[in-house]
């Protein structure tokens, strides 16, 4: 929900407004107010005004904080990209480091199966808005392409018996079905 839409929607619920009242008080059709709460449509010149003078809300207030928004919104992709980057770098040299380690014994590699359901579940967790391919995507794509890596340079039997392959197999099914498992357990 963008800040406009977001603004108006607590606003028209603090005044204990319905969206139909709404829309009557400030002479719009309620399909317009539904998009505009929706972030359908971002309201503008003339329909912006008569809401925010119903609403009683600082129509320029409203506009600099969502210019200020967007521009703050480039650089925090930025950030938030370099960091997805370097969470999937730290994910896979762990898996990788307790599995595919010349040095792995049998504690590495449980505590390698351990810590593919255990990162991911938290991951969840932290996430539960988002859907699970979008997670998977975010979180790991840093698995899908050492799984790919892998297999292109040592091949399948070495990823499966090293215990890599499936400790991202864990990972990933946990991530893209973890929601599924939080709401049966609510």
């Given at each position: 929900?963008?800040?406009?839409?977001?603004?108006?929607?607590?606003?028209?619920?603090?005044?204990?407004?319905?969206?139909e009242?709404?829309?009557?008080?400030?002479?719009i059709?309620?399909?317009?107010?539904?998009?505009?709460?929706?972030?359908?449509?971002?309201?503008?010149?003339k329909?912006l005004?008569?809401?925010c003078?119903?609403?009683?809300?600082?129509?320029?207030?409203?506009?600099?904080?969502?210019?200020?928004?967007?521009?703050?919104?480039?650089?925090?992709?930025?950030?938030?990209?370099?960091?997805l980057?370097?969470?999937?770098?730290?994910l896979?040299?762990?898996?990788?480091?307790?599995?595919?380690?010349s040095?792995?014994?049998m504690?590495?590699l449980?505590?390698?199966?351990?810590?593919?359901?255990?990162?991911p579940?938290f991951?969840?967790?932290?996430?539960?808005?988002?859907?699970?391919?979008?997670?998977?995507?975010?979180?790991?794509?840093g698995?899908?392409?050492?799984?790919?890596l892998?297999w292109?340079?040592h091949?399948?039997?070495?990823?499966f018996?090293?215990?890599?392959f499936?400790?991202?197999?864990?990972s990933?099914?946990i991530?893209?079905?973890?929601?599924e498992?939080?709401?049966?357990?609510?």
């Amino acid at each position: 929900m963008n800040l406009i839409a977001k603004k108006i929607s607590e606003a028209r619920k603090i005044k204990g407004l319905t969206q139909e009242e709404l829309a009557e008080q400030s002479q719009i059709n309620l399909r317009t107010i539904q998009r505009i709460e929706n972030s359908e449509n971002v309201p503008r010149g003339k329909t912006l005004s008569l809401i925010c003078d119903v609403l009683q809300i600082d129509i320029t207030e409203l506009l600099s904080k969502a210019n200020s928004q967007k521009k703050n919104n480039f650089g925090t992709k930025i950030i938030n990209g370099f960091f997805l980057i370097l969470l999937n770098l730290i994910l896979i040299g762990i898996i990788g480091f307790l599995t595919l380690d010349s040095g792995a014994n049998m504690n590495s590699l449980f505590g390698g199966i351990l810590l593919s359901f255990l990162i991911p579940f938290f991951i969840v967790l932290f996430t539960k808005k988002m859907t699970g391919i979008e997670r998977m995507l975010k979180f790991g794509f840093g698995y899908i392409y050492y799984f790919a890596l892998i297999w292109i340079n040592h091949g399948f039997p070495t990823g499966f018996k090293t215990g890599l392959f499936p400790c991202i197999l864990i990972s990933l099914s946990i991530l893209f079905f973890g929601s599924e498992f939080l709401k049966n357990r609510e």
